[in-house]
């Protein structure tokens, strides 16, 4: 890993980021596929406590640079990652790092919602137990409702815990999801498109949620809606051909965008 | 007979689409759209029709013609003569062997007769149903032609004809299945009228020599199917304990640890195993495994029998490998990739991953994997034959010589049979007896695939 910082970050950081603190620091990262080369030299100062939104037309890169946080790249054999990525000033590259506890760390939603084929309780139950977070029965199940009762879906599925995950419909599926990443209590929650899948009425309660869990949590998510980006997140970060074109305070990027390219985005112009 | 007949059908069929979907063309004239349905619709539609009535006139004529000729070959004889099935099909063996020409000796004047009437009645049955059938296509095709109108539904009437023939289809598949349960359940009635269900379900004794003299010893023999049924289930159990965690384990290695070149090489290397004939396995478990355990065995001072339960067991168990491990392979591979992403995403390993997630999502297949290989190895006759012996030892030592449902079945019915005896019939028992196991085996396997079963998309 290549620590040699070889561009700073705009000296104008965006006031979020100087109003918080410091939760993921990225330099200079290359992302390649083989010979693809995805993501290309890219920087970036995400905030602790706020909503980031990455955006940008379809390919351009977010969902690698998002899997490049957790490391859910090591899981492809022909993706290779340069640069150097720290959370809390750790280099998450180090070779002596272990991976396993990196993403415990870091909670994750998919684009699709991917309950796993067991019960509602299980399914939240699941990352407390691979990591021996709960003493006992008690202190499990009072995870598990604490994470639904988060996730707010709690109320909804109570009587039914023991039922499969995969008999909810999809919103709930996806706040399931949610609960299911925040049962093991992460620092860092990142999103690939979560609403994608769901419909308008679901798709507003995952934003309201996000809106709460903000509060504790470091967010990070994907999103193709830009009305999405403008309701949630308080950075966003424009993505363009695997560059990151411009990133800024969320009210700055969409009133008065300095790049041509984002201007054209957020306009309709292309995307 | 047959052959000219299906060869008149299929000019007619071909006719009849083309004259149909040429009068509607001149229907529609030069208005296109006018037609309900498509010109070839129409053809289709008169095709159908046609191969339907033709088809109905073969089957139920065919057997009436050949009933007629027989009828009339045999009634050159005295009613007396040929009042028996066997002597019935010794005549007529008679009369087609004089009408081809290689009756062997001097034939008698009866049968020279005899010979005559039935070729007579032969060309007259072939020319009838040939006429017959032209006519009736020929009527179907005229008829046909006449209804094709601007409005008639051919497309509708078409989709209709198809569902039939799908129909039919299945209900061939089903009515056969059908028919083999009842013959068998029959003669199998036929052996429980000889010996008790009671002592052949329950019986612990199997030796169904019956005597040829009723005062040698041991003459009525003696029906127990269970030392069976132990020998099936402790080589079918051995069998399972070596291919179930083999196949498995092999599995999810394809599945999930090799490259796909390795995988490449290694899926069709294990397929390999299963295209092996069992006779192969069988004297190689003879031949090799067996004398290997016995010598082993021996050097621990146990005792041995050459043939052995284990021994064929053993290899079994390596012939079933390749049904566990293709089709868990298959299913495992069939497990979205977003649940394993789901899981490594909350800080599973590979291996967590893979027993948490993977396998209880693709369970229900590997179930049924498992029921196949256990229908497989239950079925199998030919290695326990070599491997495991003849004798109905009721024992559950694997190091012992015992026999199996199939291999008795098998005993039984090779070589000159009175097909009367309860020895023969006893095979058809036996035949019942396993239907139901593997009937039992599917039903359990489809409650367990319902109970585990998930939806993803
Ligand atoms: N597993 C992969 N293998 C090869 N190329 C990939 C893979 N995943 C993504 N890519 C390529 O990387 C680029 C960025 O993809 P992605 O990060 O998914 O874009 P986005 O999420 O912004 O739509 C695309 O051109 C895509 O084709
Ligand atoms: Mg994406």
């Known amino acids: 890993m290549d620590t040699m910082i070889k561009t700073p970050v705009a000296d104008s950081a965006p006031r979020i980021a100087r109003e918080r603190p410091l939760k993921i620091k990225a330099r200079n990262v290359d992302v390649y596929y083989g010979e693809k080369h995805a993501i290309n030299d890219l920087s970036i100062d995400i905030p602790d406590s706020a909503v980031s939104a990455f955006i940008g037309p379809s390919g351009c890169g977010k969902s690698t640079f998002l899997r490049s946080i957790n490391r859910m790249n090591d899981t492809i054999p022909s993706c290779r990652v340069t640069g150097n990525i720290e959370i809390d000033g750790r280099d998450i590259y180090d070779r002596t790092l272990d991976v396993v506890q990196l993403r415990a760390r870091i909670g994750m939603v998919f684009q699709k919602p991917n309950p796993f084929p067991k019960s509602i309780y299980e399914n939240v139950a699941y990352g407390p137990r691979i990591h021996g977070f709960a003493r006992n029965k008690t202190d499990l199940e009072e995870i598990v409702v604490t994470s639904l009762k988060k996730a707010g879906l709690f109320e909804e599925v109570k009587d039914r815990l023991d039922h499969s995950g995969t008999s909810l419909s999809g919103g709930q599926q996806q706040r399931l999801c949610i609960a299911r990443a925040i049962a093991v209590n992460p620092e860092v929650i990142l999103m690939d498109e979560p609403c994608s899948a769901l419909d308008p009425i679901a798709t507003a309660r995952i934003e309201e949620l996000i809106d709460e869990l903000r509060q504790n949590f470091c967010i990070v998510i994907v999103t193709h809606s830009m009305q999405q980006a403008a309701r949630v997140s308080q950075l966003t970060a424009f993505f363009h051909l695997g560059n990151l074109v411009e990133v800024g305070d969320t009210d700055d990027i969409f009133t008065a965008p300095k790049d041509k390219r984002t201007q054209d985005y957020i306009t309709g112009r292309f995307g | ?290 004398p290997l355990i016995r010598g082993w065995g021996q050097s621990f001072g146990l005792d041995v029998a050459s043939e052995s339960a284990l021994a064929a067991g053993l290899v079994m168990g390596m012939m079933i490998i390749p049904f566990v491990s293709s089709l868990s392979d298959d299913v495992i591979n069939a497990v979205p990739q977003s649940l394993r992403d789901g899981s490594y995403a909350m800080g599973a390993t590979k291996s967590e991953t893979i027993k948490k997630v993977v396998l209880p999502a693709a369970l229900p297949g590997i179930v049924s994997a498992f029921m196949l290989a256990i229908s497989r190895a239950v079925g199998e006759t030919m290695i326990v034959v070599m491997a495991a012996g003849l004798a109905a030892n009721l024992t559950f030592n694997p190091l012992a010589a015992v026999t199996t449902v199939t291999v008795q079945i098998k005993t039984l019915l090779v070589g000159d049979q009175e097909f009367d005896s309860a020895k023969t019939l006893s095979a058809f028992a036996l035949g019942l007896v396993l239907f139901f196991f593997t009937l039992a085996l599917n039903y359990i396997a489809l409650k367990i695939v319902q109970k585990y079963r998930e939806q993803y998309d």
């Open chain 2, 1 to 290: 007979m047959s052959g000219t007949y299906f060869a008149i059908m299929a000019a007619l069929v071909l006719a009849g689409f083309f004259l149909g979907a040429q009068r509607a063309r001149g229907v529609r004239g030069d208005q296109a759209g006018m037609l309900h349905s498509l010109p070839a619709y129409h053809g289709l539609y008169i095709a159908a029709a046609v191969l339907t009535v033709m088809m109905v006139i073969f089957v139920v004529g065919a057997p009436l013609a050949s009933h007629y000729v027989v009828s009339q070959g045999l009634g050159a004889f005295d009613p007396s003569e040929v009042a028996e099935q066997l002597h019935r099909d010794a005549a007529l063996r008679d009369i087609q062997n004089l009408i081809a020409g290689i009756y062997q000796g001097e034939p008698s004047d009866k049968l020279k007769a005899a010979a005559a009437a039935y070729s007579a009645a032969s060309s007259l049955v072939y020319w009838g149903l040939n006429i017959f059938g032209v006519l009736a296509g020929a009527a179907v095709i005229f008829w046909g032609l006449g209804r094709i109108t601007p409005e008639l539904r051919a497309r509708n009437q078409f989709e209709r004809f198809v569902k039939y023939v799908l129909l039919a289809s299945s209900g061939v598949a089903i009515l056969t299945t059908i028919g083999i349960v009842l013959s068998v359940v029959f003669e199998a009635m036929h052996f429980f009228s000889k010996v008790s269900p009671i002592d052949f379900l329950f019986g612990l004794q199997w030796s169904p020599q019956t005597a040829m003299r009723a005062d040698q010893v041991g003459s009525s023999g003696a029906f127990g199917i269970v030392p069976l049924i132990a020998g099936t289930l402790l080589i079918t159990v051995i069998a399972m304990l070596v291919a179930g965690p083999l196949g498995l384990f092999s599995a999810i290695y394809m599945a999930e640890y090799a490259t796909p070149r390795i995988r490449s090489v290694v899926k069709p290397i294990l397929e390999i195993l299963a295209g092996i004939p069992t006779v192969v396995l069988g004297f190689f478990a003879a031949l090799t495994v067996a």
